[in-house]
């Protein structure tokens, strides 16, 4: 029976709109793409920024050494979450639909603190739900085992009686290993279509 509702926040709540925003910056797309790449598949970035071992400042000055060639617009981008995202109003109504409906609403996310408090601000998402294992926070990314043990122990949660929702099939094997059952979203409609299934199926946690 499920009774615990886990997101992931990127491309699950909120969506990322980097492409147009460097773009509209004055980045060719062709640079767009390789510069993007240097930020988000660097260790920089995914382990150490997302992992809580540096703060912003700290990755600023990282990527100053490490791309030099490109760091002007590698700080644009870092200084400037806000242009970065769209949150999805429509699936945080649903998600709220369903804790009034009795399940409980828990995140489960690889952020750094600063995009983090920058994404979630105005969207009612920190204030409403049950809990929150954030990467930064607890030292431990996606799809380390240690991040769903740390959700599962932190509040008392049983695998089988959670469903996880994340748009990377990596992290949702990760939590199928830790006894959850776990969705890959592919799209915007994919987690509006889940949510409303359950919606429609139930108005207490089954």
């Known amino acids: 029976m499920i009774k615990n509702l886990i997101f992931d926040i990127g491309y699950v709540l909120i969506e990322y709109h980097w492409r147009e925003m460097m773009i509209r910056h004055g980045v060719s797309p062709e640079e767009t793409e390789r510069i993007a790449a240097e930020m988000f598949e660097s260790e920089i970035w995914w382990k150490r920024l997302d992992g809580g071992m540096i703060d912003l400042e700290g990755a600023i000055r990282e990527y100053r050494k490490a791309f030099p060639e490109d760091f002007e617009v590698i700080e644009w981008v870092m200084r400037h979450p806000e ?9 945080w109504e649903k998600a709220l639909k369903l804790k009034k409906a009795g399940y409980r609403i828990y995140l489960l996310s690889n952020y750094s603190e600063h995009l983090l408090k920058c994404h979630l ?35 008392d949660l049983k695998p089988e009686e959670c469903l996880f929702f994340d748009d ?25 279509a889940e ?4 919606l429609e199926s139930t108005c207490t946690p089954r």
């Open 83 to 91: 242009l970065m995202h769209e949150f999805r109003p429509e699936v």
């Open 121 to 155: 601000k105005g969207t009612g998402i920190a204030e409403n739900v049950d809990g929150a294992i954030i990467s930064c926070r607890v030292h431990v990314i996606k799809p380390e085992p240690g991040i769903y043990r740390a959700l599962l122990e932190t509040y």
């Open 168 to 192: 990377r099939a990596d992290n949702v094997q990760g939590a199928i290993d830790a006894g959850m059952h776990a969705k890959q979203i592919l799209s915007r409609e994919m987690i509006n």
């Open 195 to 198: 949510l409303q299934k359950l």
